[in-house]
T-cell receptor, first 111, second 113 residues
Framework: QKEVEQNSGPLSVPEGAIASLNCTYSDRGSQSFFWYRQYSGKSPELIMSIYSNGDKEDGRFTAQLNKASQYVSLLIRDSQPSDSATYLC???????????FGTGTRLLVSP | DAGVIQSPRHEVTEMGQEVTLRCKPI?????LFWYRQTMMRGLELLIY????????DSGMPEDRFSAKMPNASFSTLKIQPSEPRDSAVYFC???????????FGSGTRLTVV
């Protein structure tokens, strides 16, 4: 079992729709969770972090965490073509100062 | 701030040759991470340093790989001898709070033929 799992996609949504990206993790000691966005040929950039159960909103982005189910999600409201990218879920276990990444979900937003 | 600087951006080398990748972290960041990214395996952590000291090198695939951080502003990842399966994009990242707030460099695309 991989430590962090994501559906590779592509996930296709029309412009203006809500895109829902999901991630599961295996280590129950995980304490911090991150979403990175990576455009083709570019490096990953941090867009959201979440540390406690529930929702965290930042503009059009909402991160959701359910530690009991070992599940993290990212919702993108009013999706734009510029949101088309690969979204990487990353997990940190407190005692180690490093991130484990999923393989990413490719999102395609069509005009 | 110039961000994390990696060189070269692209490297094409023949199998068996030595390859050295370079990274300059953001000034003041005391954590430095080396990752490798492939389509099949995604982003894999190879090694990370804290205050120039290697903390976890469990991701280094084999003895052909080595990494050093001689000072706070420079790190190298060396592959000797290189093999075609080493072809990937190698990213360096730095942070001031460990796993929080990584900043990635632009990456080095390595092709071994």
């Amino acid at each position: 079992q991989k430590e962090v799992e994501q559906n590779s996609g592509p996930l296709s949504v029309p412009e203006g729709a809500i895109a829902s990206l999901n991630c599961t993790y295996s280590d129950r000691g995980s304490q911090s969770f991150f979403w990175y966005r990576q455009y083709s040929g570019k490096s990953p950039e941090l867009i959201m972090s979440i540390y406690s159960n529930g929702d965290k909103e930042d503009g059009r982005f909402t991160a959701q965490l359910n530690k009991a189910s070992q599940y993290v999600s990212l919702l993108i409201r009013d999706s734009q073509p510029s949101d088309s990218a690969t979204y990487l879920c990353a997990v940190n276990v407190f005692r180690f100062q490093k991130l484990v990444f999923g393989t990413g979900t490719r999102l395609l937003v069509s005009p | 701030d110039a961000g994390v600087i990696q060189s070269p951006r692209h490297e094409v080398t023949e199998m068996g040759q030595e390859v050295t990748l370079r990274c300059k972290p953001i000034s003041g960041h005391d954590y430095l991470f080396w990752y490798r990214q492939t389509m099949m395996r995604g982003l894999e952590l190879l090694i990370y340093f804290n205050n120039n000291v290697p903390i976890d090198d469990s991701g280094m695939p084999e003895d052909r790989f080595s990494a050093k951080m001689p000072n706070a502003s420079f790190s190298t990842l060396k592959i000797q001898p290189s093999e075609p399966r080493d072809s990937a994009v190698y990213f360096c990242a730095s942070s001031v709070q460990g796993a929080y707030g990584y900043t990635f460099g632009s990456g080095t695309r390595l092709t071994v033929v």
